[in-house]
């Protein structure tokens, strides 16, 4: 267990740390110069469509997620086009749509009928692919509008569903998925009402109301157990889940804060550095159980730097139990399967995977490539 230690607290200096700090980097340079003002054209274009400008806090911009080291995807709230708006949550009534609904717009002082549907089942409710179509037409319209500096290159394409803004400089390529979304704060979706079950250390009644009051995106994205309907809308909790993970202070305040997150991003880079072996698991699968991880270990000793071999083994252990129960449940929504869409077969492989990777760092930590630092 010591070698194990020892190569993962390494592996933590050199590659993780080095990592985070280039990713803050990486977002602040293209965020600055491209994203934000790719959006201000968008609303130029298209004042329906004005989006809020994420402000940074501490080199995060609300609503941006790091999927690897050069790939980000960003939730852009659209302030604008839905003044007064409603949300249907259509989880409770079906669990194989748990996390969807339908938006419903209010009167406006502007013109709709482009993204509401006028016939079907799901008349008079807000088109999620009508929204992000035409946000993603704005912004082809927009990219080449911009001011960049010399030696950046930007081209917008649509890839359903999201509009990728690629930055070349020099010899880096970044990719921003953009995805638009609307922002119901101080609302929370009635699939969420028994959430949580209780309450501890982590997760205490003050904590609760911060994030209730956070509210919910609704993300115009589809939803892959229904992909013909064009009106369902994701839930996304980011707010929330940013808010849970945040760093804490010890209780002696000279020592550095505990941050819960160190184990899942170890893992994440792993993940990262070989998808193929890690398919179908994406980082909000990792994230999930880091949540309920949380839930269990409410004490934040146990999340000390001296604890992280034993925090990562068990997270690592979670991850691969679900994967073989097919069973990872929503941390707000309890009948939500977040592994519902994938077949026995795609998680019977990736158990056998990851069961073979998790043995090889445990047995030999200083011989696994999955730790190397070179």
């Given at each position: 267990?010591?070698?194990?230690?020892?190569?993962?607290?390494?592996?933590?200096?050199?590659?993780?740390?080095?990592?985070?700090?280039?990713?803050?980097?990486?977002?602040?340079?293209?965020?600055?110069?491209?994203?934000?003002?790719?959006?201000?054209?968008?609303?130029?274009?298209?004042?329906?469509?004005?989006?809020?400008?994420?402000?940074?806090?501490?080199?995060?911009?609300?609503?941006?997620?790091?999927?690897?080291?050069?790939?980000?995807?960003?939730?852009?709230?659209?302030?604008?086009?839905?003044?007064?708006?409603?949300?249907?949550?259509?989880?409770?009534?079906?669990?194989?749509?748990?996390?969807?609904?339908?938006?419903?717009?209010?009167?406006?002082?502007?013109?709709?009928?482009?993204?509401?549907?006028?016939?079907?089942?799901?008349?008079?409710?807000?088109?999620?692919?009508?929204?992000?179509?035409?946000?993603?037409?704005?912004?082809?319209?927009?990219?080449?509008?911009?001011?960049?500096?010399?030696?950046?290159?930007?081209?917008?394409?649509?890839?359903?569903?999201?509009?990728?803004?690629?930055?070349?400089?020099?010899?880096?390529?970044?990719?921003?998925?953009?995805?638009?979304?609307?922002?119901?704060?101080?609302?929370?979706?009635?699939?969420?009402?028994?959430?949580?079950?209780?309450?501890?250390?982590?997760?205490?009644?003050?904590?609760?109301?911060?994030?209730?009051?956070?509210?919910?995106?609704?993300?115009?994205?589809?939803?892959?157990?229904?992909?013909?309907?064009?009106?369902?809308?994701?839930?996304?909790?980011?707010?929330?889940?940013?808010?849970?993970?945040?760093?804490?202070?010890?209780?002696?305040?000279?020592?550095?804060?505990?941050?819960?997150?160190?184990?899942?991003?170890?893992?994440?880079?792993?993940?990262?550095?070989?998808?193929?072996?890690?398919?179908?698991?994406n980082s909000y699968h990792i994230k999930t159980v880091l949540l309920h991880e949380c839930m269990r270990w409410p004490d934040k000793t146990l999340w000390l730097p001296e604890n992280l071999t034993e925090r990562f083994l068990e997270l690592f252990r979670d991850l691969i139990f679900a994967l073989d129960n097919h069973e990872l449940p929503h941390f707000f929504i309890r009948d939500c399967n977040l592994l519902r869409q994938y077949s026995t077969q795609q998680l019977a492989g990736a158990t056998a995977r990851l069961r073979a990777i998790y043995q090889e760092i445990y047995v030999t930590p200083t011989r696994s490539i999955r730790l190397s630092i070179d």
């Amino acid at each position: 267990m010591d070698e194990l230690n020892t190569a993962l607290h390494r592996f933590n200096q050199n590659i993780v740390q080095p990592s985070r700090h280039l990713c803050r980097e990486t977002i602040a340079f293209c965020m600055t110069q491209v994203i934000l003002p790719l959006l201000e054209k968008i609303g130029d274009l298209d004042v329906r469509f004005k989006c809020a400008s994420p402000l940074p806090n501490e080199a995060y911009f609300q609503g941006m997620k790091t999927t690897s080291v050069n790939e980000f995807e960003l939730t852009v709230i659209l302030t604008d086009l839905l003044p007064l708006k409603g949300f249907e949550d259509i989880g409770y009534q079906n669990s194989s749509l748990s996390c969807y609904g339908h938006v419903i717009p209010q009167p406006a002082p502007h013109h709709l009928g482009d993204v509401v549907l006028e016939s079907g089942t799901s008349q008079g409710f807000v088109s999620a692919h009508r929204v992000r179509q035409i946000f993603a037409q704005l912004a082809t319209q927009a990219a080449p509008l911009l001011h960049v500096m010399i030696g950046i290159t930007v081209e917008v394409v649509y890839r359903e569903p999201y509009t990728v803004v690629k930055i070349l400089r020099g010899p880096d390529l970044f990719f921003f998925e953009l995805v638009p979304a609307f922002l119901f704060p101080q609302e929370w979706p009635s699939s969420a009402a028994s959430w949580p079950e209780s309450t501890n250390e982590w997760l205490t009644e003050s904590d609760i109301k911060v994030v209730k009051d956070l509210g919910f995106y609704a993300l115009a994205l589809p939803c892959p157990a229904n992909p013909g309907d064009p009106s369902l809308f994701r839930i996304s909790f980011s707010m929330a889940e940013k808010y849970l993970l945040r760093k804490t202070p010890q209780t002696d305040i000279e020592l550095p804060p505990v941050s819960r997150k160190d184990s899942e991003k170890i893992l994440r880079i792993i993940r990262e550095s070989d998808k193929d072996e890690f398919s179908p698991v994406n980082s909000y699968h990792i994230k999930t159980v880091l949540l309920h991880e949380c839930m269990r270990w409410p004490d934040k000793t146990l999340w000390l730097p001296e604890n992280l071999t034993e925090r990562f083994l068990e997270l690592f252990r979670d991850l691969i139990f679900a994967l073989d129960n097919h069973e990872l449940p929503h941390f707000f929504i309890r009948d939500c399967n977040l592994l519902r869409q994938y077949s026995t077969q795609q998680l019977a492989g990736a158990t056998a995977r990851l069961r073979a990777i998790y043995q090889e760092i445990y047995v030999t930590p200083t011989r696994s490539i999955r730790l190397s630092i070179d």
